[in-house]
């Protein structure tokens, strides 16, 4: 079964470095998102991402955050200046239409030192 | 925000029994709701749907049942099996939204014992 693929699993850095969290989304899937999960809370919608273009972001999704797709299959988030409270599970997901039912992928667990 | 909320962290069930894992919401517009199960290490998984112009949707031992009246959605899972012990979270769709963003709750554990 196609899955969505994120990697590194686990990252580590330190406060002020910028990271980049890579996903590749299943290859006929159009429309793309990020979530995040800080640990023991709710899994919060970051960015939605279609034709090239964000279709919608959240509060938390400031300028500090930005997301890519350099070469039509991979899909990334940059986090420009980490911050402690960045420390989160990272979740990719996408789906091939409109619609809820997406695949996430197993996630990057970031921790900010 | 507390659009939507699992107020049960934590369920544990026989096996062979049901399972009821609940959910409520707040904003009475929200017009889409799913279940998304997870294990340790890996992402959510989708697990069942419902549209709020139905009260109830059924897909093998899953079903999911909506009182708009209420403000509340549950899950039924029968027979309960060991398989089935994850993290079972809740998610619905804010009205007038086009870009198919979710607000998932809190989530709720399952521990089904042998």
């Known amino acids: 079964e196609p899955e969505v693929t994120q990697t590194p699993s686990h990252q580590v850095t330190q406060m002020g470095q910028e990271v980049i969290l890579r996903c590749v989304p299943i290859?006929?899937?159009?429309?793309f998102y990020w979530y995040r999960q800080i640990l023991g809370q709710k899994v919060e919608f970051l960015v939605s991402?279609?034709?090239?273009?964000?279709?919608?972001k959240s509060e938390i999704f400031d300028d500090q955050f930005s997301v890519e797709r350099p070469d039509g299959s991979n899909f990334t988030l940059k986090i420009r200046s980490t911050k402690l409270e960045d420390s989160a599970m990272y979740f990719c997901?996408?789906?091939?239409?409109?619609?809820?039912?997406?695949?996430f992928g197993s996630g990057t667990r970031l921790t900010v030192v | 925000d507390q659009q939507v909320k699992q107020n049960s962290p934590s369920l544990s069930v026989q096996e062979g029994r049901i399972s009821i894992l609940n959910c409520d919401y707040t904003n009475s517009m929200f017009d889409y709701f799913l279940w998304y199960k997870k294990y340790p290490a890996e992402g959510p998984t989708f697990l069942i749907s419902?549209?709020?112009?139905?009260d109830k949707n059924e897909d093998g031992r899953f079903t999911v049942f909506l009182n708009k009246s209420a403000k509340h959605l549950s899950l039924h899972i029968v027979p309960s099996q060991p398989g089935d012990s994850a993290v079972y979270f809740c998610?619905?769709?804010?009205?007038?939204?086009?870009?198919?963003?979710?607000?998932f709750g809190s989530g709720t554990r399952l521990l089904v014992r042998p």
């Open positions: 997901a996408s789906s091939e239409t409109e619609t809820y039912g997406y695949t």
């Open positions: 290859s006929n899937h159009l429309y």
């Open positions: 419902i549209s709020s112009i139905k």
């Open positions: 991402f279609y034709n090239n273009e964000i279709s919608e």
């Open positions: 998610a619905a769709s804010p009205p007038g939204d086009s870009s198919y963003k979710l607000i």
